[in-house]
């Protein structure tokens, strides 16, 4: 069993910035991953990105909206971190982490998710 519990979430002006962190717990012969993902009202869940918990692992991918403007990172201790920059108002929506495998750095996720934390972006 996988436990994940977000945190971080809510408002900012667009451009500025936010920093989710999540926290996950459980058997990593359960998981090996952790990614974010976002799903704003009436749209369907969508990847942020992902990054490896695997120590000598750097594997890291993003989606093609948040290039350039969000960082994942993780500590030692399974808290993996989604920093948040230029921040805009279509980043506006509930944020989810959801446990996950990496397989030659592709992200592979699974049914594992938090609750979710609301980040609201002000024009």
């Known amino acids: 069993q996988v436990q994940l519990v977000e945190s971080g979430g809510g408002l900012v002006q667009a451009g500025g910035s936010l920093s989710l962190s999540c926290a996950a717990s459980g058997s990593t012969r359960s998981y090996n991953a952790i990614g974010w993902y976002r799903q704003a009202p009436g749209k369907e869940r969508e990847f942020v990105a992902a990054?490896?918990?695997?120590?000598?692992?750097?594997?890291a991918n993003y989606a093609n909206a948040v290039k350039g403007r969000f960082t994942i990172s993780r500590d030692n201790a399974n808290t993996v971190y989604l920093k948040m920059n230029i921040l805009e108002p279509d980043d506006t929506t509930v944020y989810y982490c959801?446990?996950?495998?990496?397989?030659?750095?592709?992200?592979?996720?699974?049914?594992?998710w938090g609750k979710g934390t609301l980040v609201t972006v002000s024009s």
């Open positions: 990054i490896s918990l695997i120590s000598l692992s750097s594997s």
């Open positions: 959801n446990a996950g495998n990496y397989l030659r750095g592709t992200y592979y996720g699974t049914a594992y």
